[in-house]
């Protein structure tokens, strides 16, 4: 494999495994909605961030000549590039909200690295992810901005929790990077973190009391001991194992309802004529 | 995981309701889509685009209800009252 497209198929994963848990966070968390459009729209998320997933992992299967679907059914927990803030499920609703709101900047910032990029295929696909993924944003930022007393001590002890965890996932800037001097990738990851860092004082200081000198502390650029650069994590954080259930069921029944439709179609099932059914004469 | 349990009740009574406007095609109609209720507009965008997102819309954008000054109205007799 050329240097470049491992490079490329260890970022893209970085952001595609965070897509993932994420949309399984939102799946969760659906019904804390107050309302029906409430719920709903944490549906659509969660519906997003999947489809957004299934799609670069769609991408680099084709690029890398994987087999279909390996990169969703054919990986363990320990395998996947997450974002390790998401490796820890919500305390309370000020918790995810600051988790899925910084998640959410991170995600767009690094991936918006590739918009007008070299490879136009992945910039159309940023251009188009990054159409939704901004109402993502502003759906949360909406409701940090409407969060009761209570829930606002919760995000600040969130952002002091997992921000520097958050913060980090941008690594170092070593100024070495093989996607940016090939041109896949149009803008550096330092400005990709100083974007972050914008949309997180912006929203945050409006949301919180919390200076914008305060929120950049709790968003720190230090690595932790061990930090694994590839996988963009500490070594040992991984997917709580309920969640990785969720995600990909060992269950039989929820096996079968989880295969892909290309799979399951085969099977042609008759969920009609059911031996179970009498056919009972109601004249 | 789930937070269910500790939900924090809410008065989405005292919600803001929204009106939610979207065009098929350039050159089409204005179709009002429903409405949604939020705290605030920020959150109200984000619901609206979410849920209402049957259609690859050209157009969408929500207005307050507040703001909707009624012409012909079921509620009021308007230039009689």
């Known amino acids: ?7 490329l198929m260890q970022e893209l994963l970085c952001i595609a495994d965070t897509d993932w848990v994420l949309g399984h966070w939102y799946i969760k968390v659906m019904l804390n909605g107050r309302s029906l459009p409430d719920c709903t729209a944490f549906a659509g998320m969660g519906q997003d961030s999947l489809g957004h ?34 490796s820890r499920p919500p305390q309370n609703w000020g918790d995810f909200l600051m988790t899925a709101f910084l998640t959410e900047c991170a995600v767009w910032r690094l991936f918006s690295t590739f918009l007008g990029g070299s490879d136009q295929a992945l910039s159309g696909m940023v251009k188009h992810f990054g159409k939704e993924l901004y109402f993502h944003r502003l759906g949360l930022e909406g409701w940090m901005l409407a969060a009761s007393d209570e829930e ?13 965890e958050i913060a980090r996932w941008f690594g170092e800037d070593d100024g070495e990077d093989t996607l940016l001097a090939a041109g896949i990738r149009a803008s550096s990851v330092a400005d ?35 930090w694994d650069a590839v996988k963009r994590k500490s070594p040992g954080a991984t997917v709580p ?12 029944d929820t096996v079968a309802l989880r295969r892909p439709l290309a799979v399951s179609v085969d099977d042609n099932l008759d969920l009609v004529d059911r031996a179970e059914y009498s056919h009972a004469d109601y004249a | 995981m789930g937070l269910v349990k500790q939900k924090t009740a809410r008065n989405t009574m005292d919600w ?40 690859p819309w050209v157009e969408m954008c929500i207005c307050p209800r507040a703001e909707v000054t009624p012409v012909i109205s079921v509620n009021d007799m308007i230039g009689i009252a």
Do not use: C
């Open chain 1, 192 to 226: 990709a973190r100083a974007g972050f860092l914008d949309d997180a004082v912006s929203v945050i200081t409006q949301a919180t009391d919390l200076s914008e000198d305060a929120v950049l502390e709790h968003l720190p650029t230090s690595l932790p001991e061990g």
């Open chain 1, 152 to 164: 606002r001590a919760d995000m600040k002890a969130s952002l002091a929790e997992r921000g520097a």
């Open chain 1, 1 to 7: 494999m050329a240097a470049t497209d491992k490079a």
């Open chain 2, 16 to 55: 803001e309701y929204f009106e939610v406007f979207a065009r098929e095609e350039p050159d089409g109609p204005l179709f009002h889509l429903g409405s949604v209720s939020a705290p605030n507009k920020p959150a109200a965008v984000g619901q609206a685009r979410m849920v209402y997102s049957e259609k």
């Open chain 1, 53 to 86: 997933t299934r799609a670069i992992f769609r991408l680099l299967e084709d690029r890398l000549d994987l087999p279909e679907h390996q990169l969703e059914f054919g990986r363990q927990p320990d395998a996947l590039h997450d974002l390790e803030a998401l």
């Open chain 1, 241 to 252: 194992a309920t969640l990785w259930e969720f995600m990909i069921p060992t269950d039989p």
